[in-house]
């Protein structure tokens, strides 16, 4: 399991908490700001009943702090990263791509963040005509910089 030092902590602590509950859920590939830290809690799974029986979560600066809370709280899921996403590539079918030049905001798995935060190249190399066989890669800051 990766540590807790390895994920990026909240680009503005002051507004962690502020985000609205509902966001998108995973996808885009490259991030470029995290926001918070999110731990959900249900009720159902014996967390404590705070909302009157809904879902609720607890947000944090770090994944260290969202990580420790999730680990001393009864039904808590584990930690997940709110992200910025300034412009994105979506995936409507298998290896299918499109970029898409519009902000949103989205929730997803912290181990996502190992990912090289998105640079000005990123996307315009992912959609290179030279661009590795696994484009992918330049992703996952494995494949050579240009």
Wanted: charged letters at 30%; a negative charge; glycine letters at 6%.
């Amino acid at each position: 399991m990766t540590t807790p030092q390895t994920y990026p902590d909240a680009d503005d602590p002051a507004r962690v908490g502020t985000y609205p509950a509902l966001a998108k859920s995973g996808g885009g590939l490259v991030w470029d700001a995290v926001l918070e830290y999110r731990v959900w809690c249900y009720p159902e799974h014996g967390a404590k009943d705070l909302e009157h029986g809904n879902d609720y979560y607890r947000a944090f600066a770090s994944y260290a702090e969202a990580l420790s809370f999730f680990e001393k709280t009864i039904g808590a899921e584990t930690p997940l990263a709110l992200i910025l996403q300034k412009e994105y590539i979506r995936e409507p079918k298998p290896g299918q791509y499109v970029h898409v030049k519009e902000e949103r905001v989205t929730e997803w798995r912290v181990e996502f963040l190992t990912r090289p935060r998105r640079t000005e190249r990123t996307i315009p190399d992912f959609f290179a005509p030279d661009a590795p066989s696994n484009r992918v890669d330049i992703l996952r800051g494995l494949a050579p910089r240009r």
